[in-house]
């Protein structure tokens, strides 16, 4: 039997939807075989997939499994194809209703007691599930509020394996997540950076300074070490306007896809301030690598790149 799960994979900054075909055969050889140009991670889901059904009450039948995710020529990477291949798995084996994955993507590790893991970079996968006009999207509980910053999409945080399973066949339905308005107002201590009123003296840099943040404008600062040059730059994003939603929005999706996320600040509402060191490589810098990755200039968008 042959069954279909929606998933998404992160390119550079943004989600693109991924199918996860799985096609059971109760008359082959025993194997399970991903396809469709999965890294080592991926690859391994196969014995996390099968301790979690196991572990979870459900039967994992020791039979033919082909996994194949499409669009086969997109490269697939991490963990988070964990959740769709454990219910592509199930829902071939006639052990979770084909109706209840329409429409949906769904997003997770898993352990290999079943738990439903965190994974990066959900902020992107959410908001491509949006624009692809999916109504509903299953991630790790502790994803949860990240997932819901994004509006008009219902977000089903999962605890476990099993509890996923309980709540396809309607016997203990999950409640979405409910939203909070979105705090946009700058916590105190502006996460360790300097304050402008503790700096005395250099009042002529202070006013450059002022100017630069008001205008967005580049500063060169230049002067003996001890001068003051580093500790006037950390105190810069305190002079910043603080960040519209959509700005904060654009700093989160980048520092999700980077996995920089405080589990309880699933917003960032402080304006970044990067302090790279001079021995830097070009892909720290720019980015890039042989799986994309935001680089300090990446992170710094929006706000200081010292």
């Known amino acids: 039997m042959l069954a279909s799960v929606t998933s998404c994979a992160i390119v550079g900054l943004d989600g693109e939807l991924v199918q996860v075909e799985v096609d059971f055969n109760p ?102 599930a949006a624009q692809e006009g999916c109504e509903r999207v299953y991630v790790p509980e502790e994803d949860a509020p990240q997932a819901a910053l994004v509006p008009d999409i219902e977000i089903i945080p999962v605890r476990s394996l099993g509890q996923l399973v309980e709540h396809l066949y309607d016997l203990q339905p999950i409640r979405p997540y ?17 304050d402008f009123a503790d700096i005395k003296g250099q009042e002529h840099v202070k006013r450059a300074l002022e100017v630069a943040a008001a205008g967005g404008h580049n500063v060169l600062m230049t002067g003996p070490p001890g001068a003051g040059k580093t500790l006037l ?11 519209s939603l959509d700005e904060a929005l ?43 990755r935001p680089g300090e200039i990446s992170l710094s968008h929006r706000g200081i790149l010292f």
Not at 86 to 104: E, F, K, R, Y
Not at 178 to 194: E, F, W
Not at 233 to 243: E, F, K, N, Q, S
Request: with cysteine; glycine share 8%; hydrophobic share 40%.
């Open 27 to 128: 008359y082959g050889m025993p194997a399970f075989t991903v396809v469709g140009l999965p890294d080592a991670a991926v690859q391994e889901s196969r014995e996390r997939v099968r301790a979690a059904i196991r572990n979870s009450g459900l039967q994992f039948p020791n039979k033919r499994y082909t996994v194949n995710l499409a669009p086969a020529d997109l490269r697939k990477e991490g963990p988070a194809y964990d959740l769709p291949m454990a219910l592509g798995v199930l829902a071939s084996t006639d052990q979770v209703p084909l109706d209840s994955l329409i429409n949906a993507i769904f997003i997770g590790e898993l352990s290999l007691d079943g738990t439903v893991r965190h994974v990066s970079g959900i902020l992107p996968i959410v908001l491509c």
């Open 178 to 194: 409910i939203r909070k308005a979105i705090d946009l107002t700058v916590p105190p201590g502006l996460d360790g950076l300097t």
């Open 233 to 243: 730059a950390r105190a810069l994003p305190g002079v910043l306007p603080t960040m």
């Open 250 to 292: 654009e700093v989160t999706r980048i520092y999700s896809v980077a996995d920089l996320l405080p589990h309880d600040r699933p917003l960032v509402r402080v304006r970044p301030y990067r302090a790279p060191h001079h021995t830097i490589s070009e892909a720290g810098l720019v980015g890039g690598g042989s799986w994309p």
